[in-house]
Each structure stands twice: as structure tokens, then as C-alpha cells.
């Protein structure tokens, strides 16, 4: 996979708060209109009201005019005033603010890139890489058993690291894509979250079919298990991590891809906002379900990592990311001396 995943125009930046903040603040402004004018809304608004203020009368009780116009202006200025907050929340995170890293990885992806040349040697896309190959040939200047050692213990382990950095860059720009995708697809949960909720709220009113006002999270993504040669051999056959290509396969708006499906429509607009408060509730839970599993493979893969690094450095035996150290490293004058390493003839 190449580039990374574009963020629509409309789940990006300034668009995306713009269109949150004003399809929240007429939300809100339906759920007043239709407490204060649909009949049924207001009897549930007062009833409820009265039994809160007034826990100790009787619920049939005579409610004073006076008191009913206090519940009307508490409609107005306080009930709904915890949408547009509510909603505001859910601006960040910025998909886009992980762009940095991911462009990141793919430039060092890109520096480990590299391909045979005509003798079978690996060589490496930078002039770094390329350089191992220099000083392979450049030893072949000299003999001994310190420069096979060199050789076989360091420089052709060396060369076969390449790939596996390269893999292991791949695999965590995979992980910060799909971490991009799940906040893509929370976004898109969110507009459309504000657009049902919406139209369950019109919809006492007989503005819209109470079976469209339904919705559901979209913010799950693929979760595989990493498999092959080069995983295998880090100690991550049995790794649950994102599946990039699952996850892209299945475009933005995956179908079945939906965590919690919630109905929004209800008898009344108290009861609509209730549903609307529960279903951001289900999509937090669901985006942190994500999260977790996110974070969980990103620190496998470092765990693995610093696992692998650590048993190399104590037994000074290469492995999938480290290199032993050559014994020409702690060679004394008298070896040397003694021909273990001297100029070919």
C-alpha cells in the first residue's frame, strides 16, 4: 500500500467543526420547537418537571399557570443546553493530525527499499544501504579468520536487516492508517449521528418516517492476525493487529462494518434526546474499543522489538533487528599480528 488515506473534505479541518457546530445548534433548536409545540413533548416536559420540583404532591396535582411559564422558559434556556457541547466534543481527535507520522514512516519505508543487483547482492535505495555492499567487496581485499568473521557474522546479516526494518516501518505505518480510518469513520458517525437525530425530532411532528431516524457507529475496522515469513520469525504468528488492506478494502463506510445500531425515533422529544444521549454514549464506547485494540498493536510490535533487540544484545547473536558484534571489534594487536586478519595475496 502506497500514500496514505485522504481525508474527505467534508470530515476535515474547519468543514467538519462548522457543519458539527451548526447541525447541533439545530438540533437543539428542534428538541425546543417540538417540546413547546408538539403536545404530547410538552405534557411528558411539564409531568416530568412537576415530579422533579415536587416529589412530595401528588403527580395529578394542579400545576399553577405561573409555574408552567417557568418550565416553558426552563425549555428554552436550559433542557438542551448540553447538545452543542456534547457534540463539540467530538471535533478531536483530528484524523489528519496523525498525517506527520505517517508521511514519516513512509519516507524511511522508501529508504529501505532496495532490490538484487547482477552478482545476487542486495542493494539498499539510499547511499547508506548502498554501502554495505561497498564494504563487502572491500574486505574481499583481506583474509583471515577475523575477515570471514566479519563477513558471515556482520556484513551479510547486516544486509538481511534491511527487510525486516523496512517490514517492521510498513507494519507500523499500517497501524497509524488504520488508526487514521477509525477517527474517519467516527467523524462520519458523528454527521450522520446529528442528521438522525435530527429527523427522529421532525418526525413527531409527521416531517419524516420514524423508521429512517435509525443509526449505527461505523467506527470498526479490520482486525487480522499477522502471518508470513518475515512476522513469523519476530514472534508475531499469533499478533492481533489492524489489517491494512481489509481495512482500505472495505472503503470508509464499511458495509456490515457497523458496532451499535441505535433507533432514535420516540414518542416524545424528551425521549428522542435520551436516544441521542445514549447513542453518543455507544459511539465513545465503540471508538475506544478501537483505541484500545490500536494501542495494544502498536506496542506488540514494540514490544516484540525491544524483546528481540535485548536477546541479541545479551547473547551478541544477530537476529531480525540487531547485529552481533564482529570479533575484529576485540581484537587485540597480538591477533592481529599473528595473521588473523592480514591483506589478500
Not at 48 to 69: M, Q, R
Not at 250 to 261: A, C, D, I, N
Not at 289 to 300: D, L, S
Amino acid at each position: 500500500m502506497s500514500g496514505r488515506a485522504a481525508t474527505p473534505p467534508e470530515l476535515a479541518g474547519a468543514a467538519f467543526e462548522q457543519t458539527v457546530r451548526q447541525q447541533a445548534q439545530r438540533l437543539k433548536e428542534e428538541l425546543i420547537r417540538q417540546t413547546l409545540e408538539d403536545v404530547t413533548s410538552w405534557k411528558r416536559a411539564v409531568d416530568d418537571k412537576w415530579a422533579n420540583d415536587h416529589p412530595d404532591l401528588p403527580f395529578n396535582s394542579p400545576i399553577p399557570p405561573e409555574e408552567v411559564e417557568q418550565y416553558r422558559q426552563r425549555v428554552r434556556t436550559q433542557d438542551y443546553e448540553w447538545i452543542v457541547p456534547s457534540f463539540e466534543r467530538f471535533l478531536v481527535p483530528d484524523p489528519d493530525e496523525l498525517n506527520p507520522a505517517i508521511d514519516a514512516l513512509a519516507q524511511i519505508e522508501a529508504m529501505f527499499e532496495g532490490e538484487a543487483d547482477f552478482s545476487g547482492n542486495w542493494v539498499g535505495a539510499s547511499a547508506a544501504l548502498v554501502r554495505i555492499n561497498d564494504v563487502r567487496a572491500e574486505m574481499g581485499g583481506w583474509q583471515g579468520t577475523f575477515a570471514n568473521n566479519f563477513i558471515d557474522n556482520f556484513v551479510t546479516p547486516l544486509q538481511n536487516l534491511a527487510p525486516n526494518h523496512r517490514e517492521l516501518i510498513r507494519l507500523s505505518r499500517d497501524q497509524l492508517e488504520c488508526t487514521k480510518t477509525i477517527y474517519l469513520r467516527f467523524r462520519k458517525s458523528v454527521l450522520e449521528l446529528l442528521d438522525q437525530s435530527i429527523k427522529a425530532t421532525q418526525s413527531l411532528s409527521g416531517g419524516c418516517d420514524p423508521d429512517v431516524a435509525k443509526w449505527g457507529t461505523i467506527a470498526a475496522v479490520v482486525v487480522g492476525t499477522v502471518l508470513g515469513p518475515v512476522a513469523a520469525g519476530w514472534g508475531l504468528v499469533a499478533a492481533v493487529l489492524l489489517d491494512a488492506g481489509g481495512t482500505f478494502a472495505q472503503g470508509l463506510v464499511p458495509e456490515g462494518g457497523r458496532k451499535t445500531e441505535s433507533d432514535l425515533a420516540a414518542p416524545t422529544a424528551t425521549e428522542v434526546a435520551m436516544n441521542v444521549h445514549a447513542a453518543m454514549s455507544a459511539l465513545g464506547n465503540d471508538v475506544f474499543g478501537e483505541e484500545e485494540v490500536a494501542t495494544a498493536a502498536m506496542r506488540m510490535i514494540a514490544g516484540v522489538v525491544g524483546d528481540r533487540r535485548q536477546e541479541g544484545a545479551r547473547s551478541n547473536r544477530s537476529g531480525p533487528f540487531t547485529v552481533a558484534t564482529p570479533a575484529l571489534a576485540d581484537a587485540t594487536p597480538a591477533q592481529l599480528l599473528g595473521g588473523a586478519l592480514r591483506p589478500a595475496r
